[in-house]
């Protein structure tokens, strides 16, 4: 039976995986890197538990669709206009000087034209897969280098549909002219738009008819439909079956659905991803990687060194800081999994002989095997460089500091910065915000705000920013290792400084206030503490008590909700929830309560619930009387059980006027 065989290398191959994916794992190594040695030992060139790759390979193409397809439904034109400048000047850049450089060199040693302009294709491409999964890990999508990454990767995805599509060309028997390029290149553009404009049409009614079903497995085949019907119309058209997927992600990524079409395709997307990285470890031969491991070494430092260089130039030119620069140099130096595809598709239409080829992919693996050491090291890089030179160079000259004096210096314009000057304009606190973006710099001037561009882990910066003077200094940046160096260099510049530190890494937290933060605020700490206090005022527990609560769970630098002790909350919350509950609760205009006395109301008759105290002008009346008439404007201190206040407030919200749209509880 054949399927048979099929099923053993599946099990085979998945039981390998799982071995392998375990340790890279404790190692702290990319699933993709796991996957890629999974295929090296359990190939034929390796421990051969799998001599016949045939199966596999089917595999790997439908890991390629998904991988197209998932890349389609991330480029929204939202995520792309929010890239912007990172996306078109820098990945166009990158892309440019890199293909120019390897074609030049490609050029001198006597390759052909056509192999050229292919070989500098290949090595123009970094691992998307490989170096957002290191950044998600460690925290550093947001920072600088993160979002520079981001938008070079993307114009990368983007481009492997037309590199696709010139294969073939490049491998025709004929010299290729500039013209037939270019008219190949616009037919497949051609071909993308006729395409593109049917599915944005017909697309978004065909799953509108499944969601109308609210049948899961409906919409789960169609989005699979979607994607693999995709492909099989652009290979009948005579393109790639990864064109057909990558239109049909773009289309999706545009429609209602492509939140609910990401999660559905998840797993299959997941599986077959898996297969095409360990399809790959699998076409690697050992023994002729151990015969040329000199050459192979060579090309891939070359790479990694050219690449590195190319980089760093290109973020240069969009003004980021030597910091940056080296973050996104040794982060992109890579060859990258398209670059797989392109090399495989490149030995299928006759470009690589079987040499060429197993000497190519083994350089691009070796590349991205060393990914993890060389983002892993860039830290530090940066503070040897640091250290030796007192601070790490910038392209900004100082000028003269600021004549601020007990004002407040905002380190990053972000989400955080904005609303913090937002309190601060009105309330006329001096105040200067320091950023390091150049277009988050010029919308800042736009709007009025004190704004200096500037990289706050140089001296200069923080002396222009007035640092030594100010009472408060808030570090609100994305950058770990910028957070570090600029509270450390804030902290021995003024030692009395009150430095508040916001933090999304927690095991960052008792780091950053032994390097001198008076404050250090996590992300994630916080909205579980805001839920909590909303939890605990919905039960009406005594706002006294809350607010004791939530100085428990912040000091010590988060110690309880990080140690998680069994005793859970502090005897002082489990005292109050126990004893019952207390709220306030403030009559309006015209409410139904006004004008009848305590007694008329017949609140503890209706609810349980004791009215203790009615606050009028500011002034408490404490016990008042059965026959004591109420006013719009007072205050009822209520006091009982979480569902007797509880029953309280219903009782008393179900009698406000109906204009009343917020009964307040103060």
């Known amino acids: 039976m054949p399927q048979i065989p099929l099923l053993h290398d599946v099990v085979v ?67 792309l206009r929010a890239l912007g400048r990172l996306l078109i000047v820098g990945g166009g850049l990158q892309v440019s000087l890199t293909l120019l450089a390897i074609m030049t060199i490609a050029l001198l040693v006597g ?219 040794l982060g992109l130096a890579q060859v990258g999994e398209f670059s797989l595809v392109l090399i495989s598709a490149g030995q299928d239409h006759g470009l690589l002989s079987e040499s060429q080829y197993q000497l190519t992919i083994a350089t691009a693996v070796l590349t991205m095997l060393l990914t993890p050491i060389m983002i892993a090291s860039a830290p530090r890089l940066v503070d040897m460089l640091s250290a030796r030179s007192g601070s790490i160079a910038q392209d900004s000259a100082p000028g003269a500091p600021t004549q601020l004096e007990n004002h407040v210096v905002i380190v990053g314009y972000g989400l955080s910065g904005r609303h913090l000057t937002r309190v601060l304009r009105p309330a006329r606190i001096p105040y200067i915000v320091v950023d390091l973006s150049d277009l988050s710099v010029q919308e800042g001037k736009r709007t009025g705000e004190p704004i200096l561009y500037g990289d706050i882990t140089r001296p200069e910066i923080q002396h222009q920013s007035g640092l030594a003077a100010a009472q408060v200094a808030v570090f609100a940046i994305s950058d770990p290792l910028a957070l570090r160096q600029g509270i450390r260099l804030a902290r021995q510049l003024s030692p009395k400084l009150f430095l508040i530190a916001r933090s999304r890494n927690l095991a960052e937290i008792d780091e950053l206030r032994k390097l001198g933060a008076d404050l250090v605020i996590a992300e994630e700490f916080e909205s579980s503490i805001e839920l909590v206090t909303n939890v605990l005022k919905r039960l009406h527990v005594p706002g006294s008590v809350i607010q004791a609560e939530a100085r428990v769970l912040r000091a010590d630098g988060y110690q309880m909700l990080r140690d998680l002790p069994p005793a859970g909350l502090s005897s002082q919350l489990i005292e109050a929830l126990a004893a019952g509950a207390t709220d306030t609760f403030l009559l309006v205009e015209r409410h139904a309560a006004t004008g009848q006395s305590l007694a008329q109301l017949g609140l503890r008759r209706r609810t349980g619930a004791s009215v203790i105290a009615v606050v009028r002008n500011d002034q408490p009346i404490r016990n008042p009387a059965a026959d004591l008439s109420l006013l719009a404007g007072d205050v009822l201190v209520l006091v009982g059980s979480h569902a007797e206040v509880e029953s309280a407030f219903r009782f008393l919200e179900l009698t406000a006027p109906p204009e009343a749209d917020a009964l307040e509880s103060t």
Request: proline share 3%; with cysteine.
């Open 111 to 329: 390759t052909p034209l056509r192999l050229a302009i292919y070989l500098g294709s290949v090595v123009a491409l970094s691992s998307t897969a490989i170096v957002l999964k290191l950044y998600y890990e460690r925290r550093e999508l947001e920072a600088p280098h993160g979002q520079v990454a981001t938008g070079i990767l993307v114009f990368q995805d983007f481009l492997i549909v037309p590199l696709l599509l010139m294969v073939p060309l490049l491998a025709g028997n004929t010299e290729a002219s500039g013209g037939d390029v270019a008219l190949r290149f616009a037919g497949g553009l051609g071909v993308i738009a006729a395409v593109f404009a049917a599915g944005h049409y017909l697309l978004p009614i065909f799953l509108k008819l499944l969601v109308r079903t609210r049948i899961r497995e409906l919409f789960v085949i169609g989005a699979l439909f979607a994607c693999l019907g995709g492909a099989l119309v652009t290979e009948a058209l005579g393109f790639s079956l990864a064109l057909g997927a990558f239109l049909a992600g773009i289309l999706l990524s545009e429609s209602d659905y492509q939140h609910q079409v990401v999660a559905e395709i998840g797993p299959f997307r997941d599986v077959f991803n898996s297969m095409f990285f360990i399809s790959v470890g699998m076409l690697v031969s050992l023994s002729f990687a151990a015969a040329n491991i000199v050459w192979i070494a060579g090309l891939g430092l070359g790479v990694l060194v050219l690449k590195s260089a190319i980089v760093g130039l290109v973020v240069a030119i969009l003004g980021f800081p030597l910091r940056t620069r080296i973050f996104a140099a």
């Open 13 to 79: 191959l998945f039981g390998a995986a799982l071995t392998v994916i375990a340790v890279s794992s404790k190692l702290r190594l990319p699933p993709v890197v796991g996957f890629l040695i999974t295929g090296m030992l359990v190939g034929p060139y390796g421990l051969e538990w799998i001599n016949d790759t045939h199966s596999v390979e089917i595999f790997a193409e439908l890991g390629i669709v998904f991988l197209l397809f998932g890349i389609g439904l991330e480029l929204s034109t939202a995520r």
